[in-house]
């Protein structure tokens, strides 16, 4: 390949270009997502790319604030933001463009968007997103659902060994807060227990060092972290915590009694915005899926009952994670119509579930053609052939 061609072929990292295959097997996984959504009453909003820096920064978009790309409109000589996260988006439009509608509301979304750093785990900078949310429900019920949905989405296109890891990630600051401990000893446990350095927890933790080293420890399959949870005085605050858990658990088992479900009782990295119960969808076949959970959507004053947004909950799917779990479907029949078909001959091969590639010049070897153009099958006579 030449120097100049190469050089036009070089992209930043962590941005790459989506082939025909790729492309095509995303589309449908997307298709699907969206339809089991929207089956189970979530109507699709679809945001826009970039927006004012202060509406997409402002609520849970703050957490983003270091992913974000900013610009300058030349337009409004105002700062302007590429979205790193829709999530904050469907709150916008949920307590601005929708705050009429009926709640609970339910609302689903596809899209792309732009991370100025990849992770070691993640290293693409730009990748689609699909989830929903669910705004202005403060039941478990609520909370199960969107698990469920999410579970139920996933398994109908073909995502093998499904788990789900809950957390609370309010649970410590409210146990600690509670025990009478500063916001720079909170700030230390938190950076203790996302290392699990229970030596740590011991040497900073104080009065809450025995219960959090227990409740770091309980952490793993979902039966014995409540027993294990069930077990300890938790301060007042905790308490709601630990009852929204307990509560949820109980319907996603009952709801579906073979999901394996795990439970971190000291989790926090990666769910800073959310204010109550979250998880993480996981796959032995990709690693992790997707994340959601607990937040407030509406900055102050905009939404509704305490001041501080209204309650929601919800979850976004990773696609270019979750692509490496699912099997890519069969892609239908491509066959070579000869120049001088007609239109009328191709449409019926199409109506029939072919995919038709027009000849667009006489050529004395259709099937070589055919086999050229990616075509299993070529036009003869009025009769589908094999190219060979």
């Given at each position: 390949?030449?120097?100049?061609?190469?050089?036009?072929?070089?992209?930043?990292?962590?941005?790459?270009?989506?082939?025909?295959?790729?492309?095509?097997?995303?589309?449908?996984?997307?298709?699907?997502?969206?339809?089991?959504?929207?089956?189970?009453?979530?109507?699709?909003?679809?945001?826009?790319?970039?927006?004012?820096?202060?509406?997409?920064?402002?609520?849970?978009?703050?957490?983003?604030?270091?992913?974000?790309?900013?610009?300058?409109?030349?337009?409004?000589?105002?700062?302007?933001?590429?979205?790193?996260?829709?999530?904050?988006?469907?709150?916008?439009i949920?307590?601005?463009?929708?705050?009429?509608?009926?709640?609970?509301?339910?609302?689903?979304?596809?899209?792309?968007?732009?991370?100025?750093?990849?992770?070691?785990?993640?290293?693409?900078?730009?990748?689609?997103?699909?989830?929903v949310?669910?705004?202005?429900?403060?039941?478990?019920?609520?909370?199960?659902?969107?698990?469920?949905?999410?579970?139920?989405?996933?398994?109908?296109?073909?995502?093998?060994?499904?788990?789900?890891?809950?957390?609370?990630?309010?649970?410590?600051?409210?146990?600690?807060?509670?025990?009478?401990?500063?916001?720079?000893?909170?700030r230390?446990?938190?950076?203790?227990?996302?290392r699990?350095?229970s030596?740590?927890?011991?040497?900073?933790?104080?009065?809450?060092?025995?219960?959090?080293?227990?409740?770091?420890s309980?952490?793993?399959?979902?039966?014995?972290?409540?027993?294990?949870?069930?077990?300890?005085?938790?301060?007042?605050?905790?308490?709601?915590?630990?009852?929204?858990?307990?509560?949820?658990?109980?319907?996603?088992?009952?709801?579906?009694?073979?999901?394996?479900?795990?439970?971190?009782?000291?989790?926090?990295?990666?769910?800073?915005?959310?204010?109550?119960?979250?998880?993480?969808?996981?796959s032995?076949?990709?690693?992790?899926?997707?994340?959601?959970?607990?937040?407030?959507?509406?900055?102050?004053?905009?939404?509704?009952g305490?001041?501080?947004?209204?309650?929601?909950?919800?979850?976004?799917?990773?696609?270019?994670?979750?692509?490496?779990?699912?099997?890519?479907?069969?892609?239908?029949?491509?066959?070579?119509?000869?120049?001088?078909?007609?239109?009328?001959?191709?449409?019926?091969?199409?109506?029939?579930?072919?995919?038709?590639?027009?000849?667009?010049?006489?050529?004395?070897?259709?099937?070589?053609?055919?086999?050229?153009?990616?075509?299993?099958?070529?036009?003869?006579?009025?009769?589908?052939?094999?190219?060979?």
């Amino acid at each position: 390949m030449p120097a100049d061609a190469l050089s036009s072929a070089l992209l930043p990292a962590g941005l790459h270009d989506v082939l025909p295959s790729e492309a095509a097997h995303e589309a449908a996984a997307v298709e699907r997502l969206l339809a089991e959504f929207a089956a189970q009453g979530y109507r699709r909003v679809d945001p826009p790319l970039v927006e004012f820096e202060e509406n997409l920064l402002s609520g849970p978009g703050a957490a983003m604030s270091k992913q974000t790309f900013r610009l300058m409109d030349p337009h409004s000589q105002r700062m302007m933001a590429v979205r790193a996260d829709i999530t904050p988006q469907i709150a916008r439009i949920a307590t601005t463009r929708l705050k009429n509608e009926a709640r609970p509301l339910r609302l689903c979304y596809a899209g792309q968007v732009l991370r100025v750093k990849g992770s070691q785990l993640r290293p693409e900078r730009q990748f689609t997103q699909v989830g929903v949310e669910l705004i202005g429900a403060l039941e478990a019920e609520a909370d199960a659902e969107v698990v469920l949905l999410a579970v139920q989405a996933l398994t109908a296109i073909g995502v093998p060994h499904l788990s789900v890891d809950l957390c609370v990630p309010t649970m410590v600051s409210r146990i600690c807060a509670g025990l009478g401990l500063g916001e720079e000893e909170i700030r230390q446990l938190r950076a203790a227990l996302d290392r699990k350095d229970s030596a740590a927890v011991a040497a900073v933790g104080g009065p809450a060092a025995q219960l959090l080293e227990t409740l770091m420890s309980a952490s793993g399959p979902a039966d014995r972290a409540m027993q294990a949870l069930a077990a300890l005085p938790l301060p007042e605050g905790a308490e709601k915590d630990r009852r929204r858990l307990t509560d949820t658990l109980v319907l996603l088992r009952a709801a579906m009694p073979d999901l394996t479900v795990t439970i971190d009782l000291v989790e926090h990295r990666g769910f800073e915005y959310q204010t109550g119960l979250s998880f993480t969808l996981f796959s032995r076949a990709a690693g992790e899926l997707g994340q959601g959970g607990r937040y407030r959507a509406g900055a102050q004053g905009e939404g509704k009952g305490d001041g501080r947004g209204e309650p929601a909950t919800g979850f976004t799917l990773y696609m270019d994670t979750l692509l490496r779990a699912v099997p890519a479907a069969k892609a239908p029949g491509r066959v070579y119509v000869p120049h001088g078909s007609g239109w009328e001959t191709a449409r019926r091969l199409r109506a029939d579930g072919w995919v038709t590639v027009a000849g667009l010049a006489p050529v004395t070897d259709a099937a070589a053609e055919a086999r050229r153009l990616q075509c299993g099958h070529w036009l003869a006579g009025g009769d589908v052939k094999p190219a060979g």
